[in-house]
């Protein structure tokens, strides 16, 4: 659990050089992710084998990510 800033940060670079859209062209309400940072949220639990988001959010090192979740 101790490299999931990293690979998040690693997989985010990855998708945002692949892709130039960040979010779909209009939405009613602002989200609170980006839709390449909730993909790369959920390909590095799936790398590190987190299989449960209620588990993923529980970690302690999910508030040190640059995303703002809450």
């Given at each position: 659990m101790n490299n999931l800033n990293a690979s998040y940060?690693?997989?985010l670079?990855?998708?945002r050089k692949k892709s130039k859209d960040n979010?779909?062209?209009?939405?009613?309400?602002?989200?609170?992710?980006k839709d390449l940072e909730l993909?790369?949220?959920a390909l590095t639990a799936d790398f590190m084998g987190i299989?449960?988001?209620?588990?993923l959010f529980?970690?302690?090192?999910i508030n040190?990510?640059?995303?703002?979740?809450i």
């Open positions: 940060e690693r997989i670079e990855v998708l979010l779909v062209s209009y939405q009613r309400r602002a989200p609170k992710l993909i790369s949220l299989d449960s988001e209620n588990h529980r970690q302690r090192n040190h990510l640059k995303v703002s979740i």
